[in-house]
């Protein structure tokens, strides 16, 4: 069974860190693209980062140079690496996988965790 469960979420005051992990199973990730989303209440879902098969990354300009995006292929693991957070990082984070960058964020197709929360405090 297709399994992505992410976690490390919590709360964290401006300016500190945190880092997101998000396991997968039933499928290599190493044959993936895989990204992590987020989710602000009222807002759209958005694109943080992406890692593609060739290790290439790509980040949101929200994000660049305070988060860094990473996978592990022996432990099978994303990872999302976040400094100097802000309140306007607070959102729920999704990790997903897709053969292919170009669907990775069609909801509809694809894999997709069940979220980590993530609250930064002023």
């Known amino acids: 069974q297709v399994q992505l469960v992410e976690s490390g979420g919590g709360s964290v005051q401006a300016g500190g860190s945190l880092r997101l992990s998000c396991v997968a199973s039933g499928f290599a990730v190493l044959n993936y693209c895989m990204a992590w989303f987020r989710q602000a209440a009222g807002k759209e879902r958005e694109r943080v980062a992406l890692?593609?098969?060739?290790?290439?990354?790509t980040y949101d300009d929200s994000v660049k140079g305070r988060f860094t995006i990473s996978k592990v292929n022996a432990n099978n693991t994303l990872y999302l690496e976040m400094h100097s957070l802000k309140p306007e990082d607070t959102a729920m984070y999704y990790c997903a996988a897709d053969r292919i960058c170009p669907t990775v964020s069609t909801r509809t197709r694809g894999y997709w965790g069940q979220g980590t929360q993530v609250t930064v405090s002023s």
């Open positions: 890692i593609s098969l060739y290790s290439i990354t």
